[in-house]
């Protein structure tokens, strides 16, 4: 066990991760997105489309047909859930498809591929395995990582700022007046301090803000209920020493940060290889110009916290380890004509440029890209008054079809980017309009996966060049 030890340790070293004594590599990717991005719809159709690879022609290794099996394993990580690939699957491809449930909390996949080596190495090695771990997670936890720079005091100054800002946050701080934090601590107040702030942050993730930290405040996954996700900002005040409301809910953010924050970074962050970050760019071109102004800021806290020496923290826990290649996705291109899908994936890069200045993220493995995992629609060109319009058809929720046009994305992205835009209600032009499909139902051919948009394209950058 000592010399493979060893040279486990060794090949690490070179950047190649190997499982167990066989010496596979492995690839442990990533995927996130704030809630309801398409995290789990993503993952399912990739595993899928991993297993049966008929649609998947723009993945090198599958294109070339060297990828000669793949099939899901126990994944390594015990302790952790495995993401529900099966349910998720047969949620989708049902005879009445519907979406999955989303990804709540952290899950783990793992898919291996029987590959045969490219190139040079093809006539004189066998073909080897490849693993795939996949690891879910909602985004909302990595902007937590801010909070490790911050002191409670800091936070709530900041938290309290941002509240005063957004309608979302009127009636939670108006609750606010009446408190008095050099009070002595009292755990009912303590609650329904937390039930108020937590209510805000829901109404503010629900207007299409997108910095709601804390993190397991939206998604608490096993941690419902726990003092340490029970506090919430308070103003700074006279005499608030030991006992004091105050006091405890600064020991309880000290907690949330030191039991809850730094765990997730040591555990999942800081052991994935690539990741992708999927936003849902098309639900804020909807919501209008704040939302985009919101997205582009959360883009930049999330390329941020893969920026090497970011955060002390951080920095002593990777050792020169970082996120090899990176992708921002803007999802559910589907709800687009194709004739509109470069201009998505234009503004998509131009906020990226934009995140990456912002985040001060230099290297050159960051891309942008349009896709859809899943595709619930058709293309359809209509004719009305006397021009043509480019529509997309798909099921609706209630049953039934409808035809959809969302408006016409702008060929260049700075009419959406521009800083006039930035501080504006609504776009001058009227809204994207925006639709909810109900997946398509499916009559899958036997060596096909799911449609998609360019999710293949995604794979290959994604780990293409590990196959
Ligand atoms: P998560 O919270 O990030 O796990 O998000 P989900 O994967 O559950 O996706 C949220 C919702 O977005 C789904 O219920 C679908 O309505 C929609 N969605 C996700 N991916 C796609 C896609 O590729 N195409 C379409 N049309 N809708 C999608």
């Given at each position: 066990a000592g010399l493979a030890d060893g040279l486990t340790r060794g090949i690490e070293g070179f950047g190649e991760r190997v499982s167990g004594a066989l010496f596979e590599p492995v690839i442990r990717l990533g995927v996130t997105g704030l809630a309801r991005a398409g995290k789990t719809v993503f993952i399912t159709s990739l595993v899928a489309n991993l297993?049966?690879?008929?649609?998947?022609?723009?993945?090198?290794?599958?294109?070339?047909?060297?990828?000669?099996?793949?099939?899901?394993q126990p994944q390594p990580?015990?302790?952790?859930?495995?993401?529900?690939?099966?349910?998720?699957?047969?949620?989708l491809t049902g005879p009445e498809p519907r979406w999955p449930e989303s990804t709540r909390s952290v899950s783990e996949l793992r898919l291996s591929l029987r590959v045969r080596p490219a190139g040079m190495l093809a006539g004189m090695a066998g073909p080897r395995n490849v693993h795939l771990d996949i690891v879910d997670y909602p985004g909302e936890w990595l902007l937590d990582l801010a909070l490790l720079d911050k002191d409670y005091a800091a936070w709530s100054r900041e938290a309290l700022a941002r509240a005063g800002g957004r309608a979302e946050g009127a009636s939670w701080c108006k609750a606010l007046a009446g408190v008095d934090p050099?009070?002595?601590?009292?755990?009912?107040?303590?609650?329904?301090?937390?039930?108020?702030?937590?209510?805000?942050?829901?109404?503010?993730?629900?207007?299409?803000?997108?910095?709601?930290?804390?993190?397991?405040?939206?998604?608490?996954?096993?941690?419902?209920?726990a003092p340490v996700v029970t506090f919430a900002p308070l103003p700074e005040a006279e005499g608030a020493g030991r006992g004091s409301l105050r006091a405890e809910m600064a020991r309880r953010f000290e907690a949330y940060k030191r039991a809850v924050v730094r765990p997730f970074f040591r555990a999942h962050f800081a052991r994935i290889d690539r990741q992708v970050v999927l936003v849902d760019l098309l639900d804020a071109l909807h919501r209008g110009p704040?939302?985009?102004?919101?997205?582009?800021?959360?883009?930049?806290?999330?390329?941020?916290?893969?920026?090497?020496?970011?955060?002390?923290?951080?920095?002593?826990?990777?050792?020169?380890?970082?996120?090899?290649?990176?992708?921002?996705?803007?999802?559910?291109?589907?709800?687009?004509?194709?004739?509109?899908?470069?201009?998505?994936?234009a503004i998509m890069e131009a906020m990226l440029r934009e995140a990456r200045d912002r985040a001060q993220y230099a290297g050159a493995d960051v891309r942008g890209m349009a896709?859809?995992?899943?595709?619930?629609?058709?293309?359809?060109t209509r004719r009305h008054?006397?021009?043509?319009?480019?529509?997309?058809?798909?099921?609706?929720?209630?049953?039934?079809?409808?035809?959809?046009?969302?408006?016409?994305?702008?060929?260049?992205?700075?009419?959406?980017l521009s800083p006039a835009r930035a501080g504006a209600e609504a776009w001058p032009e009227g809204a994207f309009g925006?639709?909810?499909?109900?997946?398509?139902?499916?009559?899958?051919?036997?060596?096909?996966?799911?449609?998609?948009?360019?999710?293949?394209r995604a794979a290959q950058f994604l780990f293409g060049d590990r196959l």
């Amino acid at each position: 066990a000592g010399l493979a030890d060893g040279l486990t340790r060794g090949i690490e070293g070179f950047g190649e991760r190997v499982s167990g004594a066989l010496f596979e590599p492995v690839i442990r990717l990533g995927v996130t997105g704030l809630a309801r991005a398409g995290k789990t719809v993503f993952i399912t159709s990739l595993v899928a489309n991993l297993l049966d690879r008929g649609r998947m022609g723009g993945l090198a290794a599958a294109g070339e047909g060297r990828i000669l099996g793949a099939y899901l394993q126990p994944q390594p990580d015990v302790t952790l859930p495995r993401f529900d690939y099966e349910t998720h699957l047969a949620a989708l491809t049902g005879p009445e498809p519907r979406w999955p449930e989303s990804t709540r909390s952290v899950s783990e996949l793992r898919l291996s591929l029987r590959v045969r080596p490219a190139g040079m190495l093809a006539g004189m090695a066998g073909p080897r395995n490849v693993h795939l771990d996949i690891v879910d997670y909602p985004g909302e936890w990595l902007l937590d990582l801010a909070l490790l720079d911050k002191d409670y005091a800091a936070w709530s100054r900041e938290a309290l700022a941002r509240a005063g800002g957004r309608a979302e946050g009127a009636s939670w701080c108006k609750a606010l007046a009446g408190v008095d934090p050099a009070a002595a601590f009292d755990e009912g107040q303590a609650q329904r301090l937390a039930a108020g702030f937590t209510a805000y942050l829901r109404a503010a993730r629900e207007a299409g803000h997108a910095d709601c930290t804390p993190g397991r405040f939206l998604l608490p996954g096993d941690l419902e209920g726990a003092p340490v996700v029970t506090f919430a900002p308070l103003p700074e005040a006279e005499g608030a020493g030991r006992g004091s409301l105050r006091a405890e809910m600064a020991r309880r953010f000290e907690a949330y940060k030191r039991a809850v924050v730094r765990p997730f970074f040591r555990a999942h962050f800081a052991r994935i290889d690539r990741q992708v970050v999927l936003v849902d760019l098309l639900d804020a071109l909807h919501r209008g110009p704040l939302a985009v102004e919101e997205t582009r800021r959360a883009m930049a806290d999330i390329l941020g916290t893969f920026r090497p020496g970011r955060n002390a923290f951080l920095t002593r826990l990777l050792q020169g380890r970082r996120v090899e290649r990176l992708l921002f996705a803007a999802t559910k291109a589907d709800h687009l004509h194709h004739a509109q899908h470069p201009r998505l994936a234009a503004i998509m890069e131009a906020m990226l440029r934009e995140a990456r200045d912002r985040a001060q993220y230099a290297g050159a493995d960051v891309r942008g890209m349009a896709i859809a995992a899943l595709r619930a629609t058709v293309e359809e060109t209509r004719r009305h008054g006397g021009a043509e319009v480019e529509l997309v058809r798909g099921r609706v929720p209630g049953g039934g079809q409808a035809a959809f046009h969302a408006g016409e994305l702008p060929a260049d992205p700075a009419a959406i980017l521009s800083p006039a835009r930035a501080g504006a209600e609504a776009w001058p032009e009227g809204a994207f309009g925006s639709m909810r499909f109900a997946p398509a139902r499916l009559g899958l051919r036997a060596g096909e996966g799911p449609p998609h948009i360019r999710l293949d394209r995604a794979a290959q950058f994604l780990f293409g060049d590990r196959l």
